[in-house]
């Protein structure tokens, strides 16, 4: 069975500095991988998803994820914060090619930036 | 281009009383549907997923229930609400294809009971 363990409920950066958000996964397959935003009282946003194609995913907002399969991580960064970056961040695993297409989600990253 | 609306957006029900939760999606045929809560501090809770019209999953034991009476159309309900079903109330819709499986979120809607 699948399971996603996102490390740190809370990371605080300043504003300019580097954003990293750990994710590792668990899989018997190969992973279809997702990570989400969530802005305070609105639904998930899909920030990017690796497939299985190249193994750095760029996604919106200038954010990426690199696929480590030796170190079953995905883990988000971001070279320089925004103010606007401040949300909370999901990373979901995906049961490979089931028809219901279940995810299962991580605890969460509350991501604060600081001026 | 695809959208997922949901209503009421925030809610505020004596405990004892019925809840009906409306999602519905625009733009695609024959979508997965899910229902999410999330309570504060414990992340997404799947609560039901759907594949097809009247086929509906429950992930776990509550006293909630879900329907799907149209291809594009799910209903969350209760007949008496608990205080523990407070919490943000997510719809989700995904293509119901092997091998596609990102989910697409609709804004959500706030329940309190009291």
């Known amino acids: 069975a699948q399971s996603v363990t996102q490390l740190g409920s809370h990371v605080s950066v300043s504003e300019g500095a580097l954003v990293l958000l750990r994710c590792n996964y668990s899989?018997?397959?190969?992973?279809?991988l997702f990570w989400y935003v969530q802005y305070p009282n609105q639904g998930l946003q899909l920030l990017l998803k690796?497939?299985?194609?190249?193994?750095l995913v760029k996604g919106i907002n200038g954010f990426e994820a690199e696929f480590k399969k030796s170190e079953t991580s995905f883990h988000l960064t971001k070279p320089s914060a925004h103010m606007s970056d401040a949300a909370e961040y999901f990373c979901?695993?995906?049961?490979?090619?089931?028809?219901?297409?279940?995810?299962?989600f991580g605890k969460g990253t509350k991501l604060s930036v600081k001026p | 281009s695809q959208t997922i609306h949901q209503w009421p957006a925030t809610l505020v029900q004596p405990v004892g009383s019925p809840l009906s939760l409306e999602c519905t999606v625009e733009g695609t045929s024959n979508p997965n549907l899910y229902w999410y809560r999330q309570a504060a501090g414990r992340g997404l809770q799947l609560l039901f997923y759907?594949?097809?019209?009247?086929?509906i999953s429950s992930e776990v034991p509550q006293n909630l229930s879900a329907s799907r009476p149209q291809d594009r159309q799910f209903i969350l309900s209760s007949k008496k609400l608990l205080l523990s079903d407070s919490g943000f109330y997510l719809c989700?819709?995904?293509?119901?294809?092997?091998?596609?499986?990102?989910?697409?979120f609709g804004p959500g809607t706030r329940l309190t009971v009291l």
């Open positions: 979901a695993v995906s049961d490979y090619g089931g028809s219901q297409g279940n995810l299962i």
């Open positions: 899989s018997s397959v190969p992973p279809y």
């Open positions: 759907s594949v097809g019209i009247g086929q």
């Open positions: 690796y497939t299985s194609a190249a193994t």
């Open positions: 989700a819709w995904s293509p119901g294809l092997a091998g596609i499986n990102e989910q697409f």
